[in-house]
C-alpha cells in the first residue's frame, strides 16, 4: 500500500545493494525511485487501489554478501522483471537476519508509462510456484560455492516441524518498541516466538529437526544460531544449550588423523 511504498523510499538503514530493475520497453525515467513510485500511484484512481506488491526472502548468509546480492538479482530478474514488473529491490545484511526487500509495480509498462493492471500477477498459485523456484535457485547457488545446506520451500507444517512459522520483525518495529511504542504485530509475532521456546525447552531435539532438514552435519555454532531464533534470555539460551550438547542424539564426528 502506499504507507508501505514510502516507507520503503525513506527507510535505506542497513541496506547494502539497492537498485531498480526494469523489463524490456521500460523507459529510462523509471530507474528514478521517486518518478517511479509517483508514477505507479499516479496511475491508480482509487484511493484504496493496491500501487505495489511487497516480497521479502532471507538470503542464506553463507554465500557472503557479494554471492547472495547476485542470487536475489537472478530470482528478482528471472521471476518477476522477466514477466514484466518493474522491481524496486534492496538487499538488508543484519547480522544473523540477511534478506531481500523487494516492490513490485502491479501494472504493464511500455515506453509511455504504465498501462493496464495485471490480475493474473496476484493468482495463489504464481506465489506457489515463487515459493518454489526461489529454492531451487538458492539450493542451486549454495551447492555451487560447496555448502551442505538445503532450503525448503515447503510450510512448517508439510515438513513435519513441530513450530509455528514468524515472520522477520524488521527494524521499523524495532525502532517503534525503542521510542515505546509497541505495534500489534510485534506483539503476536513474540508470542508466537514464546510458544515456540516453550515447545523447544520440552523437546530440545526439535533443534536437530531442524537442522538437519537443511544439512547434513552442523557445527556447535550452528546449534547456537538456531537456538538464538527463540531465545533471548541468557540463562534460557545457556540451559538449552547445555542439554543439546548432552543429549543422546547428538552425534559427534571426530576428525581423522592421518599418519
Known amino acids: 500500500?502506499?504507507?508501505?511504498?514510502?516507507?520503503?523510499?525513506?527507510?535505506?538503514?542497513?541496506?547494502?545493494?539497492?537498485?531498480?530493475?526494469?523489463?524490456?520497453?521500460?523507459?529510462?525515467?523509471?530507474?528514478?525511485?521517486?518518478?517511479?513510485?509517483?508514477?505507479?500511484?499516479?496511475?491508480?484512481?482509487?484511493?484504496?487501489?493496491?500501487?505495489?506488491?511487497?516480497?521479502?526472502?532471507?538470503?542464506?548468509?553463507?554465500?557472503?554478501?557479494?554471492?547472495?546480492?547476485?542470487?536475489?538479482?537472478?530470482?528478482?530478474?528471472?521471476?518477476f522483471v522477466a514477466r514484466g514488473m518493474v522491481a524496486d529491490l534492496n538487499v538488508h545484511w543484519e547480522e544473523g537476519n540477511p534478506h531481500a526487500h523487494v516492490m513490485l509495480t502491479m501494472r504493464e509498462v511500455g515506453p509511455d508509462g504504465f498501462g493496464r493492471k495485471v490480475r493474473e500477477w496476484n493468482q495463489v498459485g504464481l506465489l506457489r510456484e515463487w515459493r518454489e523456484h526461489w529454492a531451487d535457485l538458492a539450493n542451486e547457488h549454495l551447492m555451487r560455492?560447496?555448502?551442505?545446506?538445503?532450503?525448503?520451500?515447503?510450510?512448517?507444517?508439510?515438513q513435519g516441524i513441530e513450530l509455528e512459522p514468524?515472520?522477520?520483525?524488521?527494524?521499523?518495529?524495532d525502532e517503534m518498541r525503542g521510542r515505546g511504542e509497541y505495534p500489534e504485530r510485534a506483539?503476536?509475532?513474540?508470542?508466537?516466538?514464546?510458544?515456540?521456546?516453550?515447545?523447544?525447552?520440552?523437546k530440545p531435539e526439535i533443534v536437530f529437526d531442524n537442522l538437519t532438514r537443511r544439512q547434513s552435519t552442523f557445527t556447535r555454532r550452528d546449534i547456537a544460531r538456531e537456538v538464538f531464533r527463540y531465545f533471548d534470555d541468557g540463562d534460557r539460551f545457556r540451559n538449552l544449550m547445555a542439554r543439546l550438547e548432552g543429549s543422546a542424539e547428538l552425534v559427534r564426528l571426530v576428525p581423522t588423523v592421518k599418519n
Do not use: Y
Request: proline share 3%.
Open 145 to 158: 560455492a560447496g555448502f551442505d545446506v538445503h532450503i525448503d520451500h515447503r510450510s512448517f507444517k508439510d
Open 187 to 202: 506483539r503476536r509475532l513474540e508470542e508466537v516466538r514464546e510458544r515456540n521456546a516453550q515447545r523447544i525447552e520440552q
Open 1 to 79: 500500500d502506499r504507507r508501505q511504498r514510502q516507507m520503503c523510499i525513506r527507510d535505506r538503514s542497513g541496506v547494502v545493494h539497492s537498485e531498480i530493475l526494469l523489463p524490456e520497453g521500460a523507459p529510462e525515467w523509471m530507474r528514478d525511485r521517486e518518478q517511479l513510485w509517483n508514477a505507479a500511484e499516479a496511475a491508480e484512481k482509487r484511493r484504496d487501489a493496491q500501487v505495489a506488491r511487497e516480497v521479502e526472502f532471507a538470503l542464506p548468509e553463507e554465500l557472503g554478501q557479494i554471492e547472495a546480492i547476485r542470487l536475489a538479482r537472478e530470482f528478482v530478474q528471472r521471476e
Open 166 to 173: 514468524t515472520a522477520h520483525l524488521g527494524k521499523a518495529v
